[in-house]
């Protein structure tokens, strides 16, 4: 109970945010600390009057407390077990647990699913786990317990993959490693088109979950079109072009292993497909493309992941955009994101709106994207709906 815990006690007004259910504390609203707690400690919040509001996880940082209870209740295995199998009924509601067509989901969603600082991605059987808080980190044996309990024999192994997200403040020397089991990569099925994962040299736990549904829209459009892949990393968009009947699929990615990566997934489900991928520049590529693609994927890494690099990110959007809209075949579409949690949908079509009206082309919005139903965001927690995007018909 919050008793047991060191107090933190917030100032005169401060506590409105928590009683909207809002899940961080910050540390501009804190009056004081009853106790020295260390960091990824839990830690019980109340008002200047006495009145329990929350329980979380201490950090250093601007945000000094992540939320996981409004309710003054025991925290022991069976709390943690409780929110994990509710995040993975979920799932099944969703019609991806336990399912032979998608293998491969998120388990579990930071603050969408009820603990900040906590992601889990299901690969057919291994579950890599990747932490924010020290919180979170401090939690990872008993959540693998929990795992191993949910799936039973299903789960071959759990990776946590957490050195490069924990807070840089963290005395932690994080590193990445197989927490039970050793599995490194696998073979994972999406919507029954075949994917190889590797958790352990992949990009952020492996494969990019969340485009999963934006990928099925795109193979609805690819009929007959030749398509052009920026930024393509696994080649997933370029694998469901393929499936959709695309005339030719071009893949641009700087790296040249995501390269190798997407041609090897292209291969896993097409024996002859027309495809070509690129391990050049970006930006580079798109010059002197005239008409050359009738559909442009345009899904870049974060450009901003702080505040502070707003700005620029926002010009990076609208040169990117901008440079598409310039060089697609009449009567072209566009499918453009952003993965930058800072960036909102309002600066994000602000940016693209720049990019359309400096390139004079006619641009109409068909459809605006979002992260799929497994990445939850909750009602109280805005911020937690990073990824957006637009399909755009250009004249």
């Known amino acids: 109970m919050a008793s047991e815990y060191i107090k933190v006690v917030l100032k005169k007004g401060k506590e409105q945010s928590l009683k909207r259910f809002h899940p961080w504390v910050f540390s501009g609203a804190i009056k004081q600390i009853n106790g020295k707690p260390d960091e990824g400690d839990i830690v019980a919040v109340y008002d200047i009057d006495g009145e329990f509001l929350a329980l979380g996880h201490y950090q250093i940082g601007s945000i000094s407390v992540r939320v996981f209870s409004f309710e003054n209740i025991e925290t022991g295995y ?82 946590d993959k957490s050195e490069s997200t924990i807070p ?19 073979i994972v099925k999406e919507y029954g088109l075949n994917f190889e994962v590797n958790w352990v040299e992949g990009q952020k736990t492996g494969f990019f979950v969340d485009q999963r549904e934006n990928r099925r829209l795109l193979q609805m459009y690819a009929a007959g079109r030749n398509v052009l892949n920026m930024f393509s990393y696994t080649g997933g968009f370029s694998v469901y072009a393929l499936r959709g009947g695309a ?44 008409d050359k693609y009738n559909l442009i994927v345009l899904d870049p890494p974060a450009f901003a992941k702080h505040l502070n690099a707003l700005s620029n990110a926002l010009q990076g959007y609208k040169r990117l955009n901008q ?57 109280y927690h805005p911020e937690g709906e990073y990824l957006k995007g637009l399909v755009l018909y250009v004249d």
């Open 168 to 186: 840089f403040k963290s005395a932690i020397n994080a590193r990445n490693g197989h927490f039970w089991g050793n599995t490194e990569s696998e």
């Open 247 to 290: 005339q030719m699929v071009h893949s641009v990615d700087s790296s040249e292993k995501a390269v190798e990566l997407v041609n090897k997934n292209v291969a896993l489900n097409f024996a002859n497909a027309n495809h070509e991928a690129f391990a050049v520049d970006a930006f580079s590529f798109l010059d002197g493309i005239k």
């Open 78 to 159: 069976a709390f943690w077990k409780q929110k994990l199998e509710n995040a993975y009924n979920l799932r099944k509601v969703l019609g991806l647990a336990g399912t032979e067509h998608t293998n491969v989901y998120r388990l579990f969603h930071g603050e969408g699913d009820g603990m900040p600082g906590l992601i889990i991605d299901y690969y057919n059987g291994t579950a890599v786990m990747q932490t924010h808080s020290i919180g979170a980190y401090r939690m990872r044996e008993v959540l693998t317990e929990i795992l191993r309990e949910i799936y039973g024999q299903q789960l071959k192994s759990v990776y």
């Open 323 to 379: 440079k598409a809209f310039e060089q697609i075949a009449p009567g072209g579409i566009v499918f453009t994101f952003s993965c930058s949690q800072v960036v909102t949908k309002e600066n994000f079509r602000k940016s693209v709106f720049a990019a359309a009206a400096n390139a004079r082309r006619n641009v109409r919005i068909l459809h605006q994207l979002v992260q799929p139903a497994d990445h939850p965001v909750s009602i």
